[in-house]
């Protein structure tokens, strides 16, 4: 297995971590990724159109 930490930080500073795992590298990094962007757009309450 592997693990995969992103640390991440907006322009206004606020630091956040998200992680991925997986036994492939590639989808482990893109989960971690995924969860970075969803996190931010949660955190700064973005409305997705449907």
């Given at each position: 297995m592997t693990r995969v930490i992103i640390d991440s930080e907006d322009?206004?500073?606020?630091?956040?971590?998200t992680?991925?795992?997986s036994?492939?590298?590639v989808d482990a990094s893109f989960q971690a990724l995924l969860d970075a962007i969803?996190?931010?757009?949660?955190?700064?309450?973005?409305?997705?159109a449907k």
């Open positions: 322009s206004v500073g606020h630091r956040w971590s992680v991925g795992v036994a492939n590298i969803n996190w931010k757009l949660i955190r700064d309450d973005v409305k997705v």
